[in-house]
């Protein structure tokens, strides 16, 4: 039987889940990588920033120019990644290859993929979890719906770190539940783009984060 995920007029708050597969087509929600002006500065803001500030993505935090950049840190995603070259190449904004619609359309999608793996390698890291922090603290991912967890800010993880299996849960530490985004727009995020180790370093990083645990 299919699963279909809620829509936004249905889904009003986040729902307990167990554990479910993605539909096939994770990503018809991504904002396309664009240039974008920041009337602030002026100038282009970068395809990074625009990538994560365009609907759908406020779960992604931007990951530092410097990261993306050090191959080290992209070791191995050669192979998990289509046009890998060119997804780089778009994501640190150099591409420059003059192609059709279609392929520019496939090269985005790459980007786009290649940028959530990248992600949750970020994440992991003290800049990265700096980040995620502060998107927790001011409850960007969400609150739990339970009423004993006193609106306890959720965090995304994933169920698996290979892509294409499951999508984004969102975790309570109070009751330590699981909860599908109450959007569609997030439910349907790849949940490797956070990965399964995110949730347990931000708290080994910062143990006073860690509340007291709910009691039914």
């Avoid at 889940?17 to 002006?37: A, E, L, Q």
């Avoid at 294409?164 to 569609?184: A, F, G, T």
């Amino acid at each position: 039987m299919a699963f279909a995920w809620p829509s936004d007029s249905e889904a009003t708050q986040e729902e307990c889940i167990t554990p479910r597969m993605m539909p096939k087509s994770p990503f018809p929600y991504y904002g396309r990588f664009k240039y974008v002006s920041d009337p602030g500065e002026g100038e282009d803001a970068g395809i990074s920033r625009a990538f994560i500030s365009s609907r759908g993505n406020e779960y992604f935090c931007e990951i530092d120019e410097d990261y993306l950049t050090d191959r080290f840190n992209l070791t191995g995603l050669n192979t998990d990644v289509q046009y890998y070259q060119y997804a780089l190449d778009l994501v640190t904004d150099v591409f420059d290859l003059d192609c059709d619609d279609d392929m520019r359309e496939a090269i985005e999608k790459s980007a786009r993929h290649l940028y959530g793996l990248v992600h949750a390698r970020y994440i992991t890291t003290t800049r990265g979890l700096a980040k995620m922090l502060d998107k927790y603290k001011k409850s960007d991912f969400g609150k739990c719906p339970r009423v004993l967890c006193s609106a306890s800010p959720l965090l995304p993880t994933g169920m698996s770190d290979n892509p294409h299996l499951q999508s984004v849960k969102l975790y309570c530490s109070k009751c330590e539940d699981l909860y599908n985004p109450k959007s569609s727009r997030h439910a349907n995020i790849d949940g490797a783009y956070f990965g399964t180790s995110f949730v347990n370093i931000l708290f080994q990083v910062y143990p006073a984060l860690v509340p007291e645990k709910s009691r039914e």
